[in-house]
């Protein structure tokens, strides 16, 4: 049995995250612990899982040790089955071909609406420019979302400052109105608990809580008030195989250290 | 914020019926290819992240002095950190901003912009590339579905939702983007401009055509004859194309598909020189590096043959 320090946090939500992926779809995966999570996932329990990138790749095959630095470079490309063009990937998702799309994300609110761009607001003094919705804007509009990210209060808010990457927007059907037909954010994995989202209210809500972690605990550390499950599961701790394939693509730890 | 002004169809028309397009031979120097582009001129840039992106062309640009241009790109990193800290340009529209997903904000980036030195036009990836195929296309925008409900939309007043008048659903119209110039780097092409892509394309087939003039940097010149025996593998055509500049690894430190991958130690170093301080240290990387160099081929050789020839290395390897 694995033991929770033998492990590192990245690891961990790789391996959560890898798990809620199912053989014979389509995921659509942002970079860092995505792109890790889809790639273990495809050696372990999904063989014909099939990766998109956003730089015009379709059928990624990540090879160990080679890992790419950023989903728009060759490595990510090289032995895939295709390579198209940017907008001609993007609009994969737009025609519903993609089932899944995955992402990090810096700060997330209770309906799962992501911020990349900016932290303070527009026209703040102290306001910080962050990089942008990149391609996570086209995803998190497109498909059944599913974030992986850090668990911390400052990240977990309200409302974020700035929608980047839309969720179920001020939650009901506020998302649909808006004209975003289809997707929504629908699974949020991290160091504490697995999340899903209310299916009225659309409302963040504690589907599965990792092992040694108090339902409280994870409400400590959020900024909002969550919803809980009425039957929490335990999630499974990562196995061995499962830290084997993973240390076996990252050898050096640049995305699980 | 002032708008970007909405090209008329007849503008776009008018200075492409003046383009020479003919098959006429376009080779020249980078300094002869940077005096094609003044000014305050807008400039679509190819590649995308760390990916072929015209890198020489940039270096020149900044070498001659260029100033204020409006830079268009798909996903801008360490190159756009160059672009604000030269004065190069001032106005970046993107649909992303760092120098590279491994060493997180760009501090150059957050000075330029956050002072409100710069600006930064954030679109969606799928908006920017649908702004370059409506202005490829020769119509005035694009329909699209994402951004709707989001901030980034809300901080877009060129872009408009309407109501479809075929099925009554909200739909966004980005406007089409008509660069004044195009740089793009390829893998090679003709004298003419006959140019092979390879890999990942990018938006560069959509800016190449929707752009008013196309310089195009090229690892290696080809014969027309090449061209024609493959004509399958030409991405960009000639009539297109005004400047044909060969630049063997012009995009380093950045990668070219097949032929080299990004110069990370390279990268590591300018990152750590700049993000400790974005002025001074990126006063010194344009001293050193842009300046200084009395050629591209000299800006290599600080780059260093060892690490140029191990990304040339992995980008060649296939195994």
């Keep these: 049995m694995t033991k929770l320090a033998e492990f590192t946090t990245n690891e961990h939500l790789a391996i959560l995250s890898a798990r809620e992926l199912r053989n014979g779809q389509v995921v659509f995966a942002g970079i860092g612990i995505p792109l890790l999570a889809a790639a273990l996932a495809q050696r372990a329990h999904c063989p014909n899982l099939t990766i998109l990138f956003e730089g015009g790749t379709i059928g990624a095959l990540v090879e160990p040790g080679r890992l790419p630095p950023s989903t728009n470079d060759q490595r990510g490309a090289k032995r895939s089955n295709m390579v198209l063009g940017s907008s001609e990937v993007l609009l994969l998702l737009q025609r519903g071909y993609v089932d899944i799309g995955f992402m990090g994300g810096a700060q997330i609110d209770k309906y799962g609406n992501l911020n990349s761009s900016l932290i303070n607001g527009t026209g703040n003094k102290s306001a910080i420019r962050l990089p942008g919705s990149g391609g996570g804007n086209d995803i998190a509009s497109l498909t059944n979302l599913m974030v992986t990210m850090k668990h911390e209060k400052r990240r977990f808010v309200e409302h974020v400052d700035f929608v980047t990457s839309p969720g179920w927007l001020r939650g009901r059907s506020t998302r649909h109105e808006s004209g975003l037909q289809s997707g929504g954010a629908f699974r949020v994995v991290t160091e504490l608990a697995v999340f899903g989202f209310d299916e009225h209210s659309r409302e963040m809500k504690v589907i599965a809580l990792n092992p040694g972690v108090s339902p409280s605990q994870v409400q400590e550390n959020t900024g909002f008030e969550l919803l809980f499950d009425s039957d929490l599961p335990i999630t499974q701790l990562p196995t061995g195989t499962e830290l084997r394939i993973l240390r076996e693509l990252d050898p050096d730890g640049v995305l699980t250290s | ?319």
């Design chain 2, 1 to 319: 914020m002032h708008l970007e002004k909405a090209r008329s169809y007849s503008d776009l028309r008018e200075r492409l019926s003046r383009r020479d397009r003919g098959l006429s031979e376009k080779v020249m120097s980078l300094e002869d290819a940077s005096a094609l582009i003044t000014d305050g001129q807008s400039v679509g840039i190819g590649g995308s992240m760390m990916s072929r992106t015209p890198m020489a062309m940039i270096w020149q640009l900044i070498r001659s002095g260029r100033k204020n241009l409006v830079c268009s790109r798909s996903i801008t990193t360490s190159e756009g950190d160059l672009l604000l800290g030269s004065g190069l340009s001032n106005h970046i529209i993107t649909s992303w901003f760092s120098q590279g997903i491994m060493w997180g904000i760009s501090k150059v980036m957050r000075m330029h912009v956050e002072s409100g030195q710069a600006r930064y036009d954030e679109w969606s990836h799928l908006a920017i590339g649908m702004r370059f195929r409506a202005g490829a296309m020769g119509v005035p925008f694009m329909p699209m579905r994402p951004m709707l409900g989001s901030d980034v939309l809300a901080s877009r007043p060129e872009a408009r939702v309407i109501n479809c008048p075929f099925t009554s659903e909200n739909i966004l119209l980005v406007p089409a983007l008509n660069p004044d110039v195009a740089i793009i780097h390829v893998h090679s092409c003709d004298p003419y401009g006959n140019a092979r892509i390879e890999g990942l394309q990018f938006m560069d087939i959509d800016l190449a055509m929707a752009a008013d003039k196309v310089i195009l940097t090229t690892e290696r010149i080809i014969s027309n004859d090449q061209i024609r025996r493959a004509p399958d593998q030409t991405k960009i055509p000639f009539f297109c194309v005004d400047g044909v500049v060969e630049v063997p690894f012009g995009s380093a430190p950045h990668e070219c598909y097949g032929v080299y991958e990004p110069m990370m130690n390279h990268l590591d170093s300018y990152v750590r020189k700049v993000n400790s301080d974005p002025i001074g240290g990126m006063k010194s990387y344009l001293d050193e590096h842009i300046y200084a160099p009395r050629s591209w081929n000299d800006y290599l050789n600080l780059i260093g043959l060892e690490e140029v020839l191990g990304a040339a290395h992995r980008g060649r390897s296939n195994d």
